[in-house]
């Protein structure tokens, strides 16, 4: 027994083992602080303040028009595609990052604006 309390307090007790603790340590605090960052960044990137929303409705909205009277010979999941590379570059000109499924769902918002001329209809049509 004495033989193993002496070899727990060299072990434990050397300058090696304090430095490979606060090695391990400090690694895993890292590892800790850039993934909360990674995570916070990802939330503060979905997140649009109404202002960037409102810019990204405008740029659809420019998008749709541009498409609508450059590619009328094309269907309509091309003429999605093309919307989306216009505001895609249009968004990075103003450094606004949205995933492609908002980009694609403001798109068609400013599609459906754009064919009914902002009408809704009062009653459904039997």
């Known amino acids: 027994m004495d033989i193993l309390i002496g070899w727990a ?9 304090t430095a490979l603790i ?3 340590f400090t690694t895993a605090v890292t590892a800790l602080v850039g993934w909360v960052g990674l995570v916070v960044r990802r939330n503060i990137l979905r997140q649009l303040d109404e202002r960037e929303l409102a810019l990204l409705r405008q ?3 420019i998008a749709v028009t541009y498409v ?3 590619y009328r010979d094309l269907d ?3 003429r999605l595609a093309k919307a989306q590379e216009a505001a895609d570059a249009l968004l990075a000109s103003y450094g606004l990052r949205v995933t492609s ?3 694609r769902a403001v798109i068609e918002a400013a599609v459906y ?3 009914t001329k902002g009408l809704v209809p009062l009653e459904l049509a039997p």
């Open 9 to 17: 307090r060299d072990t434990l007790g050397s300058p090696e083992f």
């Open 22 to 24: 606060i090695a391990t």
């Open 59 to 61: 740029i659809a909205s």
């Open 68 to 70: 609508e009277q450059t």
């Open 76 to 78: 309509g999941p091309a």
């Open 101 to 103: 499924e908002q980009l």
């Open 113 to 115: 604006t754009e064919t």
